[in-house]
């Protein structure tokens, strides 16, 4: 999606919003399309979820970790576990969280407000942007009856079209999360955290904008999708 489109996007729903959060949160983002993207303010994000389809499956689990001028301050790094229907079954298999590290777990309502609250102002970073975008997207709409918008740079796309300019067939596996870091010398992280992996995504966005030269000439909106 180009700049000027998300650009026209942003500013139609402003102007047609008629939930004060949502007209904050595009607001919010208008000014940064611009921006270089060694200087705009972003935000990682990785969720966990019980499946794979928004409509049936839930989110258990949301980690956001910001960028600020090409560097992550740890400390400002956040994760909500978040309260479900039901048990989380087979899928803790895969992400490691069981029914009991929910008893303390926000609900979804809190973990949306959260979500909404952290993000107003920062870009969103994600690795394979458009399944966490589809989750959050679904759930915003039950909550506030409102379809919302999440332009996001996703570093998955960003490596695919990178390994596209060198390569004509890709290798399966070569864009998960950890392959695509190893190209770039970064440490290999336990999988399957929603922190761990918003902190994977974010350290992988910093050494590609490194390797495009250092992100002075590049805009947010040139990788936004």
Known sequence: MGAWLIH???QWRT????HQLFKDYY???I????????????IAMDLEMTGLDPFK???????????ENGAIPL?????????IRGSVGQSAIIHGILDNHLTQAVSIEEAMAWFMEQTRGRVLVAHHSPLDCRFLQQDILTIYHQ????????TLVLEK???????SVLKEGSLRLGACRERYGLPIYGAHSALTDALACAELLLAQVAAMGGGADISVGDLLT
């Open 8 to 10: 026209a996007k942003l």
């Open 15 to 18: 102007l047609r919003c008629q």
């Open 27 to 29: 607001q919010s983002l």
């Open 31 to 42: 000014p940064l399309i611009e921006l270089p993207i060694n200087q705009a303010p972003l």
């Open 57 to 67: 499956d839930q989110i258990l689990s949301i980690g956001l970790v910001p960028i």
């Open 75 to 83: 400390s400002h790094a956040q994760q909500k576990l978040v309260q």
């Open 147 to 154: 379809a919302v918008l999440l332009p996001a740079i996703d």
């Open 161 to 167: 079209q990178r390994l596209l300019r060198e390569h």
